[in-house]
């Protein structure tokens, strides 16, 4: 089995300029993996409040799917499953853990899509109701 390689977000700096790269479209579509998905919205997450962090994932990625032609890009379902996963995390950190430690060991720990299909089948995730709109798990539900 091969090793995972490791988060390239380490330090504070990276992770300020990856936001930047994302909000401009300058990132390139295949740089914006999961891990760097996770990383800007643990950043807006830790810059403000939950609904509007979520608002800010959400309309940037719709603009970062568009202007680079990906309009596949954009799930609602597992955007707000990400952010309310990602917020619970950060409210359970311990204040004094430097973010970028935080970062690096959410992305260590749920680095995958693995925790999302616990709680939801692929027939209900990839539904295009899931797609467009908030839908509730179908497996395990959310606490």
């Known amino acids: 089995m091969p090793t995972p390689q490791p988060p390239l977000y380490r330090s504070s700096d990276q992770i300020t300029q990856l936001v930047s790269d994302f909000e401009a479209g300058t990132l390139a579509p295949d740089q914006f993996n999961h891990h760097a998905h996770m990383t800007v919205a643990l950043w807006y997450l ?18 970062f799917a568009a202007h680079h032609h990906q309009s596949q890009l954009y799930h609602e379902t597992i955007t707000g499953f990400w952010m309310r996963l990602l917020r619970h995390i950060l409210d359970s950190a311990d204040p004094s853990e430097p973010f970028a430690d935080v970062v690096y060991r959410v992305i260590t720990t749920f680095g995958t899509m693995d925790v999302f299909f616990r ?14 709109r908030w839908v509730n798990p179908d497996l395990i539900p959310l606490p």
Do not use: D, V
């Open 46 to 63: 830790s810059q403000m409040p939950f609904a509007k962090a979520t608002a800010t994932m959400r309309t940037n990625i719709q603009h």
């Open 119 to 132: 709680h939801y089948s692929k027939e209900r995730a990839f539904s295009p109701e899931a797609r467009q």
